[in-house]
């Protein structure tokens, strides 16, 4: 996988850039993959949009490196909507009910339905740093991606037996993870 970001593109708030993921396999037997995302400063996290305009698939064929770069020049300007879809979560308030409804479904996502029972749901929503415990949609998933994402949530299986969440290491599951919870944030903001 491949991370480009242009600061040309703007921030938003000084706290996060677009950035485009090229994902390609080492022979050239799977269409190369494009999607946009977000990169956050504070955690160093890359946030992927899960929306159809921020994805595109790019088969072997002609000249792959301009179909990339004129694919990556359209898909930059939809950085602005994606600001704007973000602006729009940041005014959403949670109520505590649907932040452990949203953390509960993340973590199904992550985990799957039998292992997300190792973990107690509140885990997923406990902030890294309390700047980022405001209690709107936004913050909400930027806790609950991080969390998941970077592994370390302890809980019991059902032996009995300490578990503790790994992070996410695979280009596959990362992208798919997270795109994943941007769309269930989507349905959230609904």
Known sequence: MVVLRNTNL???DGT???QALFTNSHNGRST???????????CANGLVVGDDYA???IKHVGDLAKQVIDRIREMSKQSQKVFSEIDNW??????????????KQAGILR???AKMQQYDVMDLLMPRRAEDDSGDLWSTYNIVQENASKGGLQGKNANGRRVRSKSLNSIGQDLSFNS???KLA???AE
């Open 10 to 12: 703007g921030t938003s």
């Open 186 to 188: 989507t349905e959230f």
């Open 111 to 113: 985990f799957g339905e």
């Open 32 to 42: 190369a993959d494009l999607r946009l995302g977000m990169y956050r400063f504070v």
């Open 16 to 18: 996060f850039i677009p």
């Open 180 to 182: 994943q919870l941007w």
């Open 55 to 57: 994805r595109e698939s």
């Open 90 to 103: 940041k005014a959403i308030d949670l109520s505590k009910e649907r932040r452990l409804e949203f953390a």
